[in-house]
């Protein structure tokens, strides 16, 4: 039974499931103003290890992960370029996904956009006025967290520790607001701004309130886990659960947040602070698995201190586990080894313990090389266990040969002719010609081969 850190418990649980069999999930997707960047790609490719991890397992899983598709960041290009706001968010939308197929990111099952969801918005709003748990002022619609018992439960903080820990600095809005924590449901609109009818003004919904009515829509009261990064721990999932809790509906049964990618001096990246790094530039240069095995050889709510030398690393090993594929293709079909497979198990439902599961992979991958040297039986069931385990956290391994051209695959056995001949100032030559040229080469007993 798979068990995950529950950050509003604070503790390591069974990820208890609403219906035996079967797991719904609610991941914050992007706000589609820019291009996506590696912290977005390490949200998403954890969950989507998560994902593939559960449906591996048997399970069948439901995926919710929404679009931003207003927002006040949007708002600004737009005005900033002169150019339609949807205009932004098609393209960058477009971007998006292009970014996360190029990363091997499984599409969610629904994909919302916010802008589609405006009436629900407004009905939940106006659900929460006429209890008094929300309240009109000269700008907006405003939630009162007085009015949540439990307010700041996933920030680790009451309501006086937030009132005494925010100093001496400004809130906006501080004089008509019942509480500085205190958030904005639906804000009336600017000249020119997008707006859409309310009771209380033409405006738009404030963010906290799209991912509360699409969660509830699509997954229903009680599902089982809502994620997203540990940026969006506070406020905006406080404020997604203090909406739900506030009108007496069950929300998530369990929260789980990924850590951050950070730059070289521990600084997190976003495209806020100017340090981002663009998710589509670095699968341009470099094969975009070795993104994926920096992220399982990390622990998901660990930092990542993403730099030349991992990637280069995970290039490295990439290459050699393609190498053993190569060498695999030669050995019968057999069944898994059964204890190999135990053990990734164990070490996944441990919360996700991928470094762990990796580590169980490359030892299967030298056992697994000295059998097949040595000609033992043994060699099959490890094969089968190592393609199954890459295959279940979404690492495709590849054999190679299928895009080597007549020309490169002739540079090969030049290669191979000259060590046989003993001229390796020759084989060196040709080796570094078709690393130049962007092959990785590989020279074992059976001879060289080439792959991208």
């Known amino acids: 039974m798979l068990h995950l850190y529950d950050t509003a418990t604070r503790s390591v649980r069974e990820l208890a499931l609403r219906e035996p069999g079967k797991v719904g999930i609610y991941l914050c997707g992007p706000t589609v103003y820019g291009p996506a960047h590696l912290g977005h ?24 992960s929404n679009i931003t598709d207003i927002d006040d960041k949007i708002i600004a290009r737009a005005n900033d370029e002169g150019r339609p706001w949807k205009d932004i968010t098609t393209k960058c939308e477009a971007m998006w996904f292009r970014a996360m197929d190029g990363i091997g990111v499984q599409r969610p099952h629904d994909i919302p956009h916010a802008t589609d969801y405006v009436a629900e918005m407004v009905e939940l709003i106006g659900e929460l006025v006429a209890q008094d748990s929300a309240y009109t002022t000269d700008d907006g619609v405003y939630m009162d967290v007085e009015s949540v018992d439990d307010y700041g439960l996933l920030a680790f903080q009451t309501l006086d520790d937030m009132r005494v820990g925010g100093g001496d600095r400004e809130v906006v809005g501080a004089a008509e607001k019942r509480h500085p924590a205190d958030f904005v449901l639906w804000k009336f609109s600017k000249p020119d701004e997008p707006s859409w009818p309310s009771p209380w003004g033409e405006g738009r ?20 886990l809502h994620c997203g990064g540990q940026d969006l721990r506070f406020p905006h999932h406080e404020n997604e659960r203090a909406q739900a809790v506030a009108l007496g509906k069950t929300f998530a049964n369990h929260w789980m947040h990924n850590g951050f990618v950070v730059d070289a001096e521990g600084e997190k990246m976003s495209k806020s602070i100017g340090n981002v790094s663009n ?10 698995r070795a993104y994926r095995l920096v992220l399982l050889q990390s622990h998901y709510r660990s930092p990542v201190k993403l730099g030349q030398s991992m990637i280069d690393a995970a290039v490295k090993a990439l290459a050699g586990l393609d190498a053993f594929a190569a060498r695999a293709a030669k050995v019968p079909a057999v069944e898994s ?6 053990a990734f198990r164990a070490a996944m439902e441990d919360d996700l313990d991928t470094p762990k599961a990796m580590s169980i992979v490359f030892d299967a991958v030298r056992t697994a090389n000295t059998a097949i040297d040595s000609g033992d039986d043994t060699a099959g069931p490890l094969v089968a266990a190592v393609i199954e385990i890459c295959s279940a956290v979404g690492l495709e391994l590849s054999a190679g040969g299928d895009d080597v051209d ?15 001949d003993k001229d390796f100032a020759a084989a060196d030559a040709i080796r570094a010609g ?3 040229d962007g092959w990785t080469v590989e020279t074992t007993k059976d001879g060289t081969s080439v792959r991208r």
């Open 434 to 436: 078709l690393q130049a």
């Open 279 to 288: 998710l589509l530039d670095l699968i341009e240069h470099y094969d975009p």
């Open 41 to 64: 790609g390490r949200a998403t490719l954890s969950y989507d290890i998560l994902r593939r991890f559960l449906e591996w397992s048997g399970l069948e899983v439901q995926l919710v």
């Open 337 to 342: 080894d059964p204890s190999v497979i135990d």
């Open 205 to 224: 919904p404030g963010w906290h309130s799209e991912c509360v009515v699409m969660s509830l829509d699509l997954l229903g009261e009680g599902f089982d």
């Open 406 to 420: 007549d020309d490169v695959a002739a540079q090969a056995a030049a290669l191979d002719r000259a060590r046989a």
